[in-house]
């Protein structure tokens, strides 16, 4: 499906807020707790939703369309990370977009954040340079990619001469054409991921669509696109949620995230089993300087991790409950439009 600006509106907004979901239920709940965190500092920008037929009806029902400017309906064919976020020209109804991942909660205001975005056309939050981990084993497997010099390999036989590490949790887009040339891009990547080192995150337990990542990150490399800094002390966009490395307090009202000055240290957050991530910070933090750490809070705090989604699980069956059991029915935002 292809966006359009509706009749009924005089012209397109400057800037907003995109989710998506589909699949179980549990899903748009999170899109609905996502979006009451960005509600606590941001009134002004709307948020569209693109979903299955299913969420949209289970919104109606509950009466909680309101709360976002646009519920628009997404095709089968792009109801999987992929088919979304290799799509990205299709649905972009505002003029600068920002799209989000469900498991999300904002942090702080995002006006700063809104201002650091414009000199881009197109971004993805990330690192310049890819890591080990990115795409590849989180486990001691990852020794024999190092090895083998599988990263260097695939580079070198895609003629690219860097690879940076994307975080698609958050992309930011103002540029129609060149979202689809990206888009098409990293398709084309994806199809010749056999000619690649990345892993299929299908393989990884608990997951059940294709990764969008990597080829995305290729496509950018190709076109010489800039990712968004991703760790960034306190401008942070975003940081992952891990409860070792985590101080928030009941709803997330209050968050500080454990942050290394040392990239390399601060990657090995990644490591698992624990016992081998334990061992290689012990290993790592001997070194002057590699052991430095700050608290800091992001704009956003990502429940990326499977193993870590549980807290945010709680906070979002928590908002649903709070919205569909004590809100009063047929109110209406006062940015909404009819459906």
């Known amino acids: 499906m292809t966006e359009q600006t509706p009749a009924n509106t005089e012209r397109k907004p400057d800037e907003g807020y995109i989710y998506c979901s589909y699949g179980p239920e549990k899903y748009l709940r999170h899109v609905v707790a996502s979006l009451t965190t960005i509600r606590r500092y941001d009134t002004r920008r709307p948020a569209v939703l693109y979903c299955s037929a299913e969420h949209r009806e289970i919104l109606e029902q509950r009466n909680l369309s309101h709360h976002f400017y646009q519920v628009k309906l997404l095709d089968e064919e792009h109801q999987s990370i992929v088919g979304f976020k290799h799509n990205l020209h299709r649905f972009m109804p505002f003029h600068r977009n920002l799209y989000l991942d469900s498991d999300i909660v904002w942090c702080k205001d995002p006006d700063p954040l809104w201002t650091a975005f414009l000199p881009y056309r197109y971004t993805i939050t990330g690192n310049k340079t890819a890591d080990l981990f990115f795409g590849g084993p989180k486990g001691i497997g990852i020794v024999a990619d190092y090895l083998l010099f599988r990263r260097r390999r695939t580079l070198k036989r895609f003629g690219l001469t860097y690879l940076s590490r994307v ?173």
């Open 167 to 339: 975080q698609s949790g958050m992309i930011y887009c103002a540029d129609r054409d060149l979202a689809s040339d990206v888009s098409k891009r990293a398709g084309e990547f994806l199809s010749k991921s056999h000619l690649t080192h990345f892993r299929s995150r299908i393989d990884e337990k608990g997951r059940t669509h294709e990764s969008c990542e990597w080829s995305l990150a290729m496509a950018m490399s190709e076109m010489g696109i800039r990712v968004f800094p991703w760790l960034a002390g306190d401008d942070s966009p975003q940081l992952d949620f891990l409860e070792k490395y985590t101080q928030y307090s009941e709803g997330f009202h209050s968050v500080r995230c454990l942050l290394y000055s040392d990239r390399f240290t601060y990657d090995l957050k990644a490591v698992r089993p624990d016992w081998l991530r334990r061992l290689m910070l012990r290993i790592s933090t001997l070194r002057p300087g590699k052991g430095d750490h700050m608290y800091v809070t992001p704009y956003c705090l990502h429940f990326g991790w499977l193993h870590q989604k549980e807290p945010f699980d709680r906070f979002a069956d928590q908002t649903w409950y709070e919205l569909t059991q004590m809100r009063p029915k047929n109110t209406r935002s006062e940015i909404s439009i009819p459906l």
